[in-house]
């Protein structure tokens, strides 16, 4: 055996029993419960916000506001994959689990990177996408769930990868697709649909975690002769929108699920005369049956394409010195929306307050909640509008943050954006065509600044206080962030979402930047934290694209500049040094 040969063969020994080292350490696979997803261990990540209530919050705190400042890098792991990753790192007893654009999955040892498996379904390769981004898996038993592009949930082996089950969700044909991390509860995985720009109908739909048969599926826009169905004229109600691509959140002792719902379709209102429900709500729905409990619209025949497609977060509270079970949303349209749920799944408005700038609404009824519009800030036939926040909203999709310690309620928001929207077309439908109304470049080309001078700043994160309603301290960027937050037991919330890479903990009590590290690409993925053997580990995706990069080049266009973030998918982990 020649020399070369040998020192292959030595290196191939060397890989095959790192391998297998790291594949010891992490021991048998944790069979994923219905206790352990109600009560999810301090140690793990077992959901895409770490508990049900979508608290977005760790209660470890070996990393605190005291020792961030040792924060280095433990291990990373390049995806090889370009587009924005946007999914957190799911983490049961030492198997990580993180989704990338197109779907794939990969599995790893979540103390040394090591891959253990991937899995990549099969694309169309003519399918039109819109977004191909994927916000992570669900676990529940031996198995981890992935909803992808193409409209497919897919069971996986949690410890091979291997396919387990493939059921179809929606009609591709039509340009439906899912880009949420489904919801696993009571032995059904539950996911939703995007396709609110091509005419699709949304939905929530429920699939047997064992078998992958479909339980139910309940629409988000009213038929004709159901609760809502006379707030849609004719059959528009068919190719409505509403769409549902955030995971939901649940209450698991009312067995109530809340899901957050789209714009409705086409954006131009005079062929959708009405509230149109049940789009821009929340709506509860019952885990068993799919029926709807409740809901409440944040505003009614939406034309901004103000989706509101974030879940509303859970918690038990004080608002205005009342104590309410506590639902509560920042909207994309601006307006921090305090809500209470009812054990019945009714939800009753308790409060909502500008967190951006909104120059649409007039007035908000103080009992029900509902908007009162200035119609000349409302787009349509006919005329050309400019209003605020822009249609991005005052914040997108990236989810908010809750912390039971400090109390306060977290928001990634940017300010001082708003839309300039063209007189709209007439417009058909037609299966499997965009269904908006306006033309594609007029939309991505939209923004303004308020009042048409460029800022001081942009992006916000803020901190309130819903008690008392006011705002307890904000952090000001110079330039728009596309933020999804974590905090934590140790004082400290993480966020990336600037175009400068920069990720960063900030002391979630009073908004001091306490550590930063330059990441290879823009983070607009969901950060999560876990511990192994006795060390936690902060750990996110970078990886920039798609609507942070279409909302990026609405402002550089709006700056005469050219800003380049580098893309590429990386996953980063982070622990304190020794």
């Known amino acids: 055996m020649s020399n070369t040969l040998k020192k292959l063969t030595l290196a191939l020994i060397s890989a095959t029993a790192l391998l297998a080292h790291a594949g010891d350490k992490l021991g048998s696979y944790s069979p994923v419960t219905d206790a352990r997803l109600q009560n999810p261990e301090p140690g793990n990540w077992l959901m895409y916000r770490g508990n049900y209530n979508g608290w977005g919050y760790s209660p470890l705190e070996k990393i605190n506001s005291k020792n961030v400042k040792k924060l280095i890098l433990a291990w990373s792991s390049a995806t090889g994959v370009t587009e924005g990753h946007q999914a957190p790192p799911i983490v049961n007893n030492g198997y990580m689990y993180v989704t990338t654009p197109n779907a794939q999955v990969i599995a790893l040892n979540a103390v040394t990177g090591q891959e253990i498996w991937r899995y990549k379904k099969d694309i169309p390769a003519d399918l039109l996408m819109l977004h191909n981004t994927n916000r992570g898996v669900a676990l529940y038993g031996d198995k981890v769930f992935v909803a992808t592009v193409d409209s497919h949930l897919i069971a996986l082996d949690a410890v091979t990868g291997k396919v387990v089950w493939d059921a179809t969700v929606g009609d591709v044909k039509a340009l439906s697709y899912i880009t949420l991390a489904p919801l696993a509860a009571k032995g059904k995985i539950l996911v939703g649909s995007s396709g609110g720009e091509t005419g ?51 209450d698991s002792a009312t067995n109530i699920a809340y899901w957050g719902t789209g714009n409705p379709a086409p954006w131009p209102t005079e062929g959708r005369v009405g509230d149109n429900l049940y789009s821009t709500s929340v709506v509860a729905l019952e885990v068993d049956s799919g029926k709807i409990k409740g809901y409440h619209q944040y505003h009614h025949n939406d034309a901004w394409d103000w989706d509101e497609v974030s879940a509303p977060i859970l918690m038990d509270t004080e608002i205005n010195g009342k104590k309410v079970r506590g639902a509560v949303h920042a909207g994309r349209n601006g307006y921090l929306w305090m809500l209470d749920r009812q054990t019945n799944g009714k939800i009753d408005f308790v409060n909502g307050l500008p967190y951006v700038h909104n120059d649409v609404f007039t007035s908000i009824n103080k009992k029900t909640g509902r908007p009162s519009y200035d119609e000349s800030k409302k787009p349509g036939m006919g005329k050309a509008v400019t209003f605020c926040p822009s249609l991005w909203g005052g914040k997108d999709w990236p989810p908010e943050a809750w912390n039971p310690k400090t109390k306060l309620f977290y928001i990634p928001a940017n300010n001082h954006l708003c839309s300039e929207l063209p007189k709209a077309d007439e417009i058909t439908y037609k299966k499997g065509d965009l269904y908006i109304g306006y033309p594609i470049d007029g939309v991505l080309g939209s923004l303004r600044y308020e009042g048409g001078k460029k800022p001081n700043s942009i992006g916000e994160l803020q901190a309130w206080d819903l008690n008392t309603g006011k705002m307890a301290w904000v952090h000001k960027f110079d330039r728009a962030i596309w933020a999804p937050l974590l905090t934590t037991g140790g004082n400290l919330l993480f966020t990336g979402g600037t175009n400068d890479r920069i990720f960063r903990a900030f002391d979630a009590t009073n908004g001091k930047v306490l550590w930063e590290y330059n990441m290879p690409s823009g983070v607009t993925a969901v950060p999560s934290s876990y511990e192994v053997a006795g060390v936690q580990y902060i750990a996110v995706q970078a990886g920039w694209g798609i609507d942070a990069q279409r909302m990026q080049s609405g402002v550089d266009a709006l700056d005469g500049s050219v800003t380049s973030v580098p893309q590429g998918g990386t996953i980063m982990v982070f622990k304190l040094e020794k």
């Not at 975690?209 to 339980?215: D, H, L």
């Not at 059959?235 to 769409?243: D, I, P, V």
């Open 200 to 250: 699709v109908r949304g939905f929530v739909a429920a699939f047997d975690a064992t078998s992958g048969k479909e339980a139910w599926r309940t629409y988000m826009t009213a038929a004709p002769g159901e609760p809502g169905g006379d707030t849609w004229p004719g059959n528009s109600h068919k190719q409505g929108g509403a769409s549902v691509w955030i995971t939901g959140t649940y």
